[in-house]
Structure formats: C-alpha cells, structure tokens
C-alpha cells in the first residue's frame, strides 16, 4: 500500500479500531502492505504518544482511550447536544434503534445513535462504520437524492461487499437497486426488509441543508422485520420525516454537518 508516512499511521489505526483485542504486529504489515521495520517504527512512535499500546501479556498492539476521550471532547463541542434529544426522542417513539448518518465526500458515515427497544430483540451495529449504499435504507436514503447515474457512480466507487453476505431481498442489479431508489424518491424515504441482513428492516430519510437543499445526513430506523414488517414502516415514516425537519433546522448550529 502505497502512501505518506502520516498516511500509513491512520491506516495502522483505522485497522486497529476493528479488533478491541488487538493485533500483531505482522498481522499489522501484511495486511496494510507496509515493511515489518516501518510497521514497527510507526508503531513504537504511536505508543510515545499515547495512542496505541501493547499488551503485555501476548504482545498485540491496541489503541489507547486517549482517541476515544478525543471523539467525546469533539461530540461535546460539535452540537451532539442539539441533535441527541431529536434522536432519544424518535427512539422513543419508535421503540427501535435510531442512527444518524453524516455525509462527507463519497461517504455516509454513522455517527450518533439512540437506542429504542427496551427488551427483546436489539438491533445496535458499531457508529463510526461507513453506510453501504448498495443495500442498506440509509444508503439508498442518499443515493435518491441524486441523479441515476451519480448514484451508481457512487456505489461503483465504494464496491460492492459479497452478494453471500447480503439479506434475501438485497437488489441483485443495479436495474433493481434505481427501482428502489425511485420509489424512495416518491415517498421522500427509503426501507428495505431483509436487506441487508435476514430478520432486519429499516427505514431512513435523507437531512438536507434548508439553505442549498443538499443532502448533508441520513436519518434512520432499524429494528428486526417481526417489530417492524413494512406496514409498521409506512406508519413510523412521519414520525420519521418529522425528525429529519428537525435536524434540517438545527443543523446550521451543529458541526456534524459540514
């Protein structure tokens, strides 16, 4: 892998936020294509700093919490007071798991969360996961709100995981996929049922910035198919909508929305 020094550091710790564990160092340099000595130097020098460390009971490096602390004095400063009551509050009235996501570039990023459900089943996937757009509401929550063909260059340049790991009723085509985004485009949201993965269905709405219109998030709600089939979709969709007017408004006061 090709790159800058302070390019190959973030990937050494992008790669480490997967595995709370820890990794090898060799695991480290063969995945991410960098020479053992470099992988060890950048390494040695993110532990000077205090933000990876290595365990000493089997030598794996992990990340510190010094980057996590960083992330909650950012939350803290960046309007996640704002936007946190809109989402506990959908959660509430939805009794299903609540994500909001942040567009950047090519990229729809899952950020803040707020859980619903109370007992049962819990639908709660890591924040700080990119979107797929192929096969997942919020993505396809983004891509209506872009011409056809901006919308599978997108997902061209993200790739598409394994069909294997799909739900069922995933699209298969791209032809199947534009079918799904122009019903979200005449509803002014998206669901999928068994999608992404069998037994989960959700819904998501794209938050647009009230000056340029621009997509800048997408809010959604997930929850497994037996609370939520389709017909309990349609009925949370306004609550849905409602929310997404919300954080339309307050986003001009939170910098999760650049």
């Given at each position: 892998?090709?790159?800058?020094?302070?390019?190959?550091?973030?990937?050494?710790?992008?790669?480490?936020?997967?595995?709370?564990?820890?990794?090898?160092?060799?695991?480290?340099?063969?995945?991410?294509?960098?020479p053992?000595?470099?992988?060890?130097?950048?390494?040695?020098?993110?532990?000077?700093?205090?933000?990876?460390?290595?365990?000493?009971?089997?030598?794996?490096?992990?990340?510190?919490t010094?980057?996590?602390?960083?992330?909650?004095?950012?939350?803290?400063?960046?309007?996640?007071?704002?936007?946190?009551?809109?989402?506990?509050?959908?959660?509430?009235?939805?009794?299903?798991?609540?994500?909001?996501?942040?567009?950047?570039?090519?990229?729809?990023?899952?950020?803040?969360?707020?859980?619903?459900?109370?007992s049962?089943?819990?639908?709660?996937?890591?924040m700080?996961?990119?979107?797929?757009?192929?096969?997942?509401?919020?993505?396809?929550?983004?891509?209506?709100?872009?011409?056809?063909?901006e919308?599978?260059?997108?997902?061209?340049?993200?790739?598409?995981a394994d069909?294997?790991?799909f739900?069922?009723?995933?699209?298969?085509?791209?032809?199947?996929?534009?079918?799904?985004?122009?019903?979200?485009?005449?509803?002014?949201?998206?669901?999928?049922?068994?999608?992404?993965?069998?037994?989960?269905?959700?819904?998501?709405?794209?938050?647009?910035?009230?000056?340029?219109?621009?997509?800048?998030?997408?809010?959604?709600?997930?929850?497994?198919?037996?609370r939520?089939?389709?017909?309990?979709?349609?009925e949370?969709?306004?609550?849905?909508?409602?929310?997404v007017?919300?954080?339309?408004?307050?986003?001009?006061?939170?910098?999760?929305?650049?």
């Open positions: 892998m090709a790159g800058s020094q302070i390019e190959r550091a973030f990937n050494l710790l992008e790669r480490l936020t997967t595995d709370p564990r820890g990794l090898p160092m060799q695991t480290l340099a063969d995945e991410l294509d960098i053992k000595s470099a992988t060890h130097r950048m390494l040695a020098e993110l532990i000077r700093l205090g933000y990876v460390r290595q365990n000493p009971e089997n030598s794996r490096y992990q990340l510190s010094r980057l996590v602390a960083m992330a909650f004095r950012y939350l803290a400063s960046s309007g996640a007071d704002i936007v946190q009551p809109i989402l506990d509050r959908l959660a509430q009235e939805t009794g299903e798991l609540v994500r909001l996501g942040v567009i950047e570039g090519d990229s729809l990023t899952w950020i803040v969360k707020s859980q619903g459900a109370r049962g089943l819990r639908y709660d996937p890591d700080g996961r990119e979107a797929p757009l192929f096969y997942t509401a919020s993505g396809h929550a983004w891509l209506a709100c872009l011409s056809d063909a919308a599978l260059g997108l997902v061209e340049r993200q790739g598409i069909p294997a790991d739900g069922p009723n995933a699209p298969r085509s791209n032809i199947e996929l534009l079918e799904r985004l122009r019903l979200a485009r005449e509803q002014g949201y998206a669901w999928v049922v068994e999608s992404s993965s069998v037994g989960m269905s959700a819904l998501a709405a794209a938050v647009r910035d009230p000056r340029s219109g621009r997509a800048i998030g997408v809010l959604s709600v997930a929850g497994p198919t037996a939520l089939p389709e017909s309990r979709m349609h949370v969709a306004p609550l849905l909508l409602a929310a007017e919300e954080l339309s408004a307050a986003s001009q006061a939170s910098e999760f929305f650049v």
